[in-house]
């Protein structure tokens, strides 16, 4: 008897469920992962919400790539979405124009500036796990990608430039852009994949880097 009856108190006092699961497809808590962040529930969550925290993360990789001193975030939460935008945009602008009478231009066309970027980025990767780096394929696309941001910012400035009539001060105005440019996107690129590779094979990991952005770099100081 005194069994049965402990046998009952144990079923009155096992916590229930139907508190989670009153509504199906709605989630009443917020469970939180084992780094204490909150593992929200997007399939509930407004589209637009999750869109504007899609862009705040994609703002907060770009301003780590201006100013490359936190590496976690970039490597840890990465996504292709801002090289891509990244990509886009320059190939945009650096292609050539489409008009007959424009023999003068003569800038690469779209496809050619998206696969230099992409091939240029993944022949890199290649090369970084070749030579043991502890990085994945997609974490080093997408901080090659995010770095272009320098380079994309003198684009802008010497597309500016080239607004006004061509002289030799203009030009070595646009060179140091670009050059700094290129030098900024080296250094923050290194910054996050340098401590993946091996200390003794470090300078074998940077020629390649260095070449890639240095492609890119010529592509927007010639663009005329």
Known sequence: M????DMFEDVNTSPSLEGDMSIPGKRTTTAKSASGVPDYNTLDEPISETVLRDIRAVGIKFYHVLYPKEKSSLLRDWDLWGPLVLCT????????????????????????VFVIVWIGAAVVTLNSKLLGGNISFFQSVCVLGYC??????????CRVILLATQTRMLFFLRFVTTTMG????????????????????????VYPIFLFFFIISWLVLSHN
């Open 2 to 5: 005194d069994s049965k009856l």
């Open 182 to 205: 290129f030098a900024w996107a080296t250094y923050a690129s290194f910054v996050f994949l340098g401590q993946s590779q091996p200390p003794h094979r470090k300078p074998l990991a």
């Open 89 to 112: 945009f320059m190939a945009t602008i650096l292609q050539g124009s489409s008009s007959a009478d424009s023999m003068s231009d003569n800038g690469p066309e779209f496809a050619q």
């Open 148 to 157: 272009l941001t320098p380079v994309a910012i003198s684009l802008i400035v």
